[in-house]
């Protein structure tokens, strides 16, 4: 299978707009949420991937909800969502990069460890700086509670989601002498009309496509330390392999030919 093609700076993508609240210092994100969910089902599609429909429509909500979060945070930040659910059991990933505005996830439905409670694993990379993860717990099969309880325990700061339509979404964040009152009173007519009763300043536009970036090189990377402990195991008596991106579900074709070549090409030679 042909490597995927880089990020075109040029092409269209999801507009997310943040606006800052004045007088009440709070900050708010909103999409149309609906040319990514399409771009999800195309590479669904293209994948020959078909999620149950219950995990469709939360990872959807996820989708939504890891948009307009990184839409929030700062340019150089790289962020992976992984949230586990134990009723529906199944494990929903996100990644994001805001250097390039892309976007992939996948949704594990096998093989999903059982735990006492729900876990919403997040991980950030900014800059840098080595990678900093938060672990909270939480209940429900609702992604966007899994988040909202993220901001909670980790940001230490408030957060409320708001589905304004069937494919919009708003996300209200609380700021340093934020009007906890007022924020708390916030409703889905009320975040609807803020630029009619609130004063508004726009923050930025930020553009999201659905990339993932896999390729066949990196399908080596992740084989390799198989090849090299049991490559008769891994491919028996098949000339070559399918492996899915663990990001994105893609399928990738790897020759043993391949493989072995690149296992000899990275091997550390032994130290003097």
Not at 56 to 68: E, G, T, Y
Not at 119 to 129: I, P
Not at 221 to 238: H, I, N, Q, T, W
């Amino acid at each position: 299978m042909a490597e995927s093609t880089p990020v075109n700076p040029n092409a269209s993508g999801l507009e997310v707009r943040t606006h800052f609240v004045r007088h009440r210092n709070a900050l708010v994100a909103k999409a149309d949420l609906g040319d990514l969910y399409v771009d999800n089902y195309l590479h669904l599609a293209e994948q020959g991937l078909h999620p149950e429909p219950a995990h469709d429509r939360m990872f959807k909500r996820a989708l939504a909800a890891f948009v307009l979060h990184q839409a929030s945070r700062p340019w150089n930040e790289m962020t992976a969502w992984t949230i586990n659910f134990q009723e529906p059991r199944v494990n929903l990933f996100l990644a994001s990069d805001n250097a390039t505005g892309t976007v992939t996830g996948r949704i594990f439905a096998e093989n999903v460890k059982v735990l006492p409670e729900n876990l919403f694993y997040a991980d950030v990379v900014r800059g840098n700086q080595p990678v900093r993860r938060s672990v909270v717990h939480f209940r429900g099969d609702d992604p966007i509670v899994g988040a909202e309880r993220l901001y909670a325990q980790s940001e230490q700061r408030g957060a409320r989601y708001f589905q304004l339509g069937e494919e919009e979404f708003a996300l209200a964040t609380e700021h340093p002498d934020c009007d906890l009152a007022w924020f708390g009173r916030l409703d889905v007519p009320q975040v609807r009309g803020l630029d009619g009763t609130e004063t508004l300043a726009l923050i930025e536009r930020r553009e999201y496509r659905w990339h993932c970036g896999c390729n066949h090189r990196r399908m080596l990377e992740v084989l390799a330390p198989v090849m090299r402990s049991d490559p008769e195991g891994l491919f028996g008596e098949d000339p070559k392999v399918e492996i899915r991106c663990p990001r994105c579900g893609a399928r990738h074709a790897v020759t043993r030919e391949s493989l072995e070549a690149y296992v000899a090409e990275t091997r550390v030679p032994p130290s003097a």
